[in-house]
């Protein structure tokens, strides 16, 4: 029986280096897959004072109080799947640290919703261009039956070539106007009237950022 034989090149020095690396990079993918897990819970996201705004509609919604006790964080709606994808989300989602760092003052309830509609047509695009994938985690769309009996011939035919954010939106956090609909004055009008600030007052504030 022959004895098996590495190729020259496979010295010594080499399979060292390959086991090393193999096991670096098996260190890498698991460090990568735990931080993705710590960053995508709510725990998390909530050290920022700015996001425990955003998160009181969230635990009033059915997302976090299911009838089906399928509770969703923030990293199932809002970070892909895979870890090299749910990384990336991550690190493009830097900028939202950086912009509460050295941006405006988003711990402060009229400040952060002046900006919100802002956030909400980015994570609505953001879902779009994904086709609603984090959405589709969990909903199949051929099997939501609903209460009316038409609901499963919406999502079937009406809304075939649809993606879910489309149709369905400010089902957790404050509810937001369409971008096609919504007006930058009315918004502005609505938050001085919910905070009792002077006419024009939101309207400087965006401005002074």
Known sequence: MSKLRLPLFI????????????????????????????TSTETFCTTCHSMELVAEPYRQSSHYRPASG??????????????FAATWDHFIGGKDLFNQLFGADYDDPVINALHLPDAAFAA????????SATCKRCHVKEAIYGTR????????EDAKEKSCIECHYNLVHRAVPDKAVFKRDKWNRMIEEEFGLSPGEADKLLGGD
């Open 11 to 38: 010295t010594r020095h080499v399979l060292f280096a390959l086991l090393i690396g193999g096991f670096a990079g098996i260190g890498f993918v698991l460090f990568l897959t735990e931080f993705d897990h710590i």
């Open 70 to 83: 399928v509770q969703a964080s923030c990293g199932d709606c809002h970070v892909s799947e895979g870890v």
């Open 124 to 131: 609505r695009e953001w879902f779009k261009q994904r086709d």
């Open 149 to 156: 009996p038409d609901t499963v011939l919406i999502h079937t």
